[in-house]
């Protein structure tokens, strides 16, 4: 992301707010109340997907930008300069949003996607609107690559992802065969629901999806009555609705302690980290070792504020598997080593010498912060397909009653 996620219960109520800003859309659509309904119901239940298996939770800021920029496109021309800023705000917060505006756009050039070419493209000759839409599906591409992170897991379960795209592929299915106007909408949905497949903005895309997905539900309910009764359809995704929202919290992974998993290793590792540079930050300097308190099983601080320090009992950076870098983010006497990590961005650079002379390179791929009570131990210390990254520190609000801070922040990194 361009901007780091909010913490979860700011991203959850922002997550809220639009659907009821999809209960207006639908409104300012005349959609009848029944079909409103049901477009909340299904957009409410891929939330509580998301909510409750992607570790990062719900993030709804881009959904609800989008389903603002819906209430001002409903009303006309002349607020068109409004949803155009919160369209481009949209995608500072979630750059997957870019993908579906390209496709969309993509889809509105080509003479094939639609009955009419539309206003803007409508003067063009052919030859200009196909090559107007083949950059903007490049760019599209372009994008949803830029957005990969082949060394995170989905974010949502296999089967979760594969109902969700079925009812998207069936829906899309409907509308091009029988409301053409709506073509370049089912090719911007098609293409959120395939980044949703993709490790790194996949919940970004989920939401986003589900959001469009329920909206053009209800439109489809309206103009096809034969095909979808609106009542029908209502308490029927109401009743899946509520059935994933008795069902998730029993599906879900056991609530997390912030204790790392890992035993500490018996044998201290052949190849050891020495150092750590981070130029975003202009950290560079030596690496101590990091074990666990006998006492609490949480990983202990270290000593220095001015060095950072590794999980000894973990994975050995550039090795299989999530290796874990801990620092402090001030003390009485200044800012620590670890004092801008919250600042790092997707694609900064992470390197960690070792004992044996070699560098392993990472790549930044998300900045999260976690209230301490909900730190996401499976998270950073469980099994990782690949070489990983994560240093941690502490943020949030500082408790002076307690003096320590709040939450932690966790930087993901995979190896370049």
């Known amino acids: 992301m361009l901007i780091g996620p909010p913490p979860w219960p700011s991203g959850l109520a922002a997550a809220v707010a639009a659907g009821l800003a999809l209960w207006v859309v639908g409104a300012r659509l005349r959609l009848r109340p029944a079909s409103r309904a049901a477009a909340i119901a299904l957009y409410a239940t891929a939330v509580l997907l998301v909510e409750w298996y992607s570790p990062d939770g719900v993030d709804g800021r881009a959904a609800l930008l989008l389903a603002l920029a819906g209430c001002a496109a409903v009303g006309g021309r002349a607020r068109s300069a409004l949803a155009g800023l919160a369209c481009a705000a949209a995608v500072l917060v979630a750059p ?19 009955a009419s070419a539309g206003a803007f ?5 052919p030859a200009a609107r196909r090559a107007l839409a083949a950059v903007a599906f490049v760019a599209a591409g372009a994008v949803a690559v830029a957005e990969l992170r082949p060394g995170l897991p989905l974010a949502l379960p296999v089967p979760v992802l594969a109902g969700l795209t079925l009812w998207g592929l069936l829906l899309c299915g409907l ?22 497949w993709t490790p790194g903005p996949g919940a970004d895309a989920v939401v986003l999806a589900a959001g469009a997905v329920a909206l053009l539900s209800a439109v489809l309910a309206e103009e096809v009555r034969v095909l979808l009764a609106r009542r029908v359809l209502a308490a029927g995704v109401s009743v899946a609705a509520a059935v994933t929202g008795l069902l998730a919290p029993g599906a879900s992974p056991p609530e997390p302690v912030p204790t790392p998993p890992v035993p500490v290793a018996e044998t201290r590792p052949a190849v050891r ?13 030596p690496l101590g070792e990091l074990t666990a308190d006998p006492a609490t099983g949480e990983l202990a601080a270290p000593d220095d504020p ?38 790092l961005r997707p694609g ?8 044996d002379g070699s560098v392993a390179r990472f790549t930044v791929t998300a900045v999260r912060l976690f209230p301490k009570d909900r730190f996401p131990t499976e998270a950073v210390y469980g099994p990782a397909p690949g070489p990983e ?24 990194a995979v190896l370049v």
């Open 96 to 114: 997957v949003a870019a993908v579906g505006f390209l496709a969309l756009l993509g889809a509105m050039a080509s003479a094939g996607a639609m």
């Open 121 to 125: 493209a409508g003067r063009w000759g």
């Open 175 to 196: 509308l091009w065969r029988r409301l053409a106007w709506l073509r370049p909408v089912a090719v911007a949905v098609l293409a959120l629901l395939g980044c949703a």
């Open 273 to 285: 980290p020495v150092a750590i540079r981070v130029p975003a930050l202009g950290v560079d300097g």
């Open 306 to 343: 001015g060095r950072a320090g590794w999980f000894a009992g973990g994975v050995v950076p550039g090795e299989r598997g999530p290796a874990v870098v801990g620092g402090h983010v001030d003390s009485r006497a200044g800012p620590g080593v670890f004092a801008g990590l919250r600042t």
């Open 348 to 355: 900064d650079l992470v390197e960690v010498t070792r004992s």
């Open 389 to 412: 990254l994560r240093l941690v520190t502490c943020g949030g609000r500082f408790d002076r009653a307690v003096r320590s801070y709040e939450d932690n922040v966790v930087v993901d």
